[in-house]
């Protein structure tokens, strides 16, 4: 049998960032023929529903070859709680008739040579999916998986004792897309001044009082996009790049994968809270639609829109009514064609579900407080804080949210967004209470770009934001009600090394002597961008920098970058490091000009700088505050917002959310 479909292929094709993963395999969370999803070691929140697959694995040929590829189609599995008697899986969560079996097959390349020989390995598969199931009981669970007469494979689940009270009444998650304990300090040294080494004025971040670090591995890599690991953090469930809300399996269809229940989803089922996403980018993508979405495919990004409104077609799932605040770019899957869901006009969709719809930031601030909102400001990521402040030109581009060609000027920031959102969120969440998640995006975009000062721009942006929300919630008397975590889903290899002069870096005729412009150590400077621009006030207010274009500049890099140019001042121009020649990236002459040439480390397909390994920084305040204290995984920050947000429900509360709220659930809160 020809294989249906190409594994390797689509996961290239997925991201370019993943092109580069050159460590192959068959299938990351399953060494051996037979397939437990979820996989060995994965820890459960009580009650927290989610889906089961099985799969056996017969290679037809390369180096594991097996049974001339046919796979047991009479595989058994069972399931065992504390050491006790194996009953089998439709037994024991009460599924009244055995699921149907399903076949396909995938290939996959063993290595760099088969793929430039082109001889992939293929793989034939038996398989069975139990949906919907969930565990009450906190406790170790052995999963066992019997095949090919005698072969076993075993899982074991940790369901964890978590609370049942609610500790914090609402939740706003704060997450600074790609952020590192690097970038919060060159930030603090953009907008803060210091005399003779003492800060006159901190970041809001400075004022937190646990911090906390997080690790941020995929479940079968170490290096993570935003879609696990934002599923991580949503859902205590790591998984694979590109995949959110489900562990991913080997099948062809993206939306069949094991899903894992969302806290949004719980909250919702559990409480009837309200919640809301606001974010930096369009929707669509990765750290907001974690929330709602479900699918192995992140670039599903019409599907997954539809999900967030609807819930996940096909299959009997948990959903919410939709979000009650909902803000951030991406007309592209809202405008009716090519980009939305069956091309239909999301704005139309959400507002027959009785939404606001604002395409600007006069009508977003106008929007009623009672109604459900729904906010689309331009067609992709929203322009960066730089370029909305200091460098306004760059939007005239055609970016209207209602696809017509003409700018988008009227344009919310991430503050008047997150602060819209809390006033409809508490508005509506009532006494069960809101979660918020509130993403700066481009902090993570800009890197990628290597142009470290729109990333440090947005960064402080958030910062902003973070001070002006607590302010807010003092005014609305919920401060001590709500817990505030800030946190990133990875990070990038950045740091500052010193400061560069450069008046005397554009004097000089060649690129070695360039170099020279840098200061380390004592010659390093102070911040510059603290002090007054002459003629210049950019009316951005305290928190952020004076001046933007200093002549000495902080001299910064990124671990991870392909072959550019580098000069570390602003650009007039969002950047651009590489221009693509034949699939392959090179500097772009035009980027940097008066820069010198910095060599890549990156493989040469690579035009963007990528994640790194780094742990990340979690700070949080208010009522649970002291449970983020250390190093834990990125699923444990979801444990312990669900603790505080006593979503550990060992029974199954739909039915009584259901009375609670009327039949259209979540009625109560209006
Ligand atoms: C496996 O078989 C397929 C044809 O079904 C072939 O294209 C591929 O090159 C083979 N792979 C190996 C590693 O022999
Ligand atoms: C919870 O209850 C709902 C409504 O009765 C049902 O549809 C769902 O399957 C149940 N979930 C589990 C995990 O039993
Ligand atoms: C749901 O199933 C139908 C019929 O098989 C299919 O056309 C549709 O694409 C599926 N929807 C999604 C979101 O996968
Ligand atoms: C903002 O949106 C409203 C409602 O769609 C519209 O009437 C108004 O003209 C828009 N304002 C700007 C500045 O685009
Ligand atoms: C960058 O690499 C090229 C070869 O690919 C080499 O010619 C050039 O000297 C290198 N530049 C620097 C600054 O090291």
Redesign the pocket.
């Given at each position: 049998m020809l294989p249906r479909l190409d594994l390797a292929a689509v996961w290239l094709a997925a991201t370019a960032s993943v092109a580069s993963a050159q460590t192959y395999r068959r299938f990351g969370t399953c060494p051996s023929l037979g397939c437990v999803i979820p996989p060995d070691q994965q820890d459960f929140l009580p009650g927290q529903?989610f889906d089961i697959r099985f799969e056996v694995h017969a290679p037809k040929n390369g180096s594991e070859a097996f049974n001339n590829g046919v796979p047991d189609e009479k595989f058994t599995a069972t399931i065992s709680k504390d050491g006790g008697r194996p009953r089998s899986i439709a037994d024991f969560f009460k599924i009244r008739s055995e699921p149907s079996l399903e076949k396909w097959t995938f290939s996959w390349f063993e290595d760099l040579f088969a793929e430039d020989a082109k001889t992939p390995s293929v793989v034939n598969v038996a398989s069975k999916a139990y949906r919907?199931?969930?565990l009450y009981e906190p406790g170790t669970y052995t999963v066992t998986l019997n095949y090919f007469s005698g072969k076993k494979t075993t899982a074991e689940w940790t369901v964890r004792p978590l609370a049942t009270k609610k500790k914090a009444k609402n939740v706003i998650f704060f997450i600074g897309d790609g952020m590192t304990t690097n970038m919060i300090t060159a930030a603090r040294l953009l907008a803060h001044k210091t005399v003779n080494g003492k800060y006159q004025t901190l970041l809001s971040l400075d004022d937190f009082p646990v911090l906390g670090h997080q690790m941020t591995h995929s479940i079968d890599t170490f290096i993570t996009d935003s879609a696990n690991s934002a599923s991580a953090l949503y859902t205590g469930h790591k998984s694979t790049v590109n995949a959110l809300g489900v562990y991913a399996d080997t099948s062809p269809d993206p939306q069949d994968d094991p899903k894992v229940e969302t806290i949004v989803e719980m909250l919702f089922r559990i409480w009837g809270s309200a919640w809301g996403a606001v974010s930096t980018a369009f929707i669509a993508d990765a750290t907001p639609i974690a929330l709602s979405g479900h699918s192995r495919l992140r670039s599903q990004y019409g599907v997954l829109i539809d999900q967030t409104l609807n819930g996940v077609q096909n299959y009997?799932w948990t959903k919410t009514d939709g979000p009650d605040a909902y803000f951030g770019g991406g007309a592209d899957q809202f405008i009716a064609g090519p980009g939305s869901y069956q091309g239909k006009d999301y704005y139309a969709e959400f507002a027959k579900k009785g939404y606001s719809v604002s395409l600007n930031k006069t009508s977003l601030l106008s929007a009623p407080n009672d109604k459900k909102a729904l906010g689309i400001f331009c067609k992709n990521n929203l322009p960066v804080w730089i370029d909305r402040h200091i460098f306004p030109e760059n939007l005239e581009i055609n970016n209207d949210p209602t696809g017509a060609a003409k700018p988008a000027k009227d344009l919310p920031g991430l503050k008047e967004m997150t602060l819209k959102a809390v006033d409809i969120l508490h508005n509506r969440g009532g006494k069960e209470g809101f979660f918020l998640m509130s993403e700066a995006a481009s902090i993570d975009k800009q890197m990628h770009a290597l142009d470290y000062d729109r990333a440090l721009g947005d960064l402080l942006e958030m910062d902003d934001t973070i001070r002006a929300t607590i302010e807010k919630l003092k005014k609305l008397r919920i401060l001590d009600d709500t817990l505030i975590v800030v946190s990133a889903d990875h990070g990038h290899g950045f740091d500052v090394f010193g400061s560069s002069d450069t008046k005397y870096a554009e004097a000089q005729e060649d690129e070695r002597s360039k170099r020279n412009a840098i200061g380390v150590y004592q010659n390093s400077g102070l911040s510059q961008y603290t002090e007054p621009k002459p003629g210049v006030s950019y009316g951005t207010g305290a928190n952020f920098p004076m001046n933007w274009d200093p002549r000495y500049v902080l001299a910064a890099g990124v671990g991870a970058a392909p072959d550019r140019r580098e000069d570390f001042g602003i650009g007039a121009t969002p950047r651009a490091p590489t221009t693509s020649r034949g699939g392959e990236a090179y500097v772009n002459d035009k980027d940097r000009p008066n820069g010198f040439v910095v060599n890549g480390t990156l493989p040469t397909s690579e035009s963007q700088g990528v994640h790194s390994l780094t742990d990340v920084p979690v700070y949080a305040r208010g009522p649970c505050q002291e449970t983020f204290g250390g190093t834990y995984s990125n699923i444990d920050v979801f444990y312990k917002i669900a603790n505080c947000l006593g979503l550990a429900h060992g029974r199954?509360v739909?039915?009584g959310a259901g009375k609670r709220h009327g039949k259209g659930k979540g009625k109560g809160r209006d």
């Open positions: 529903e919907r199931v969930a009997s199954n739909t039915e």
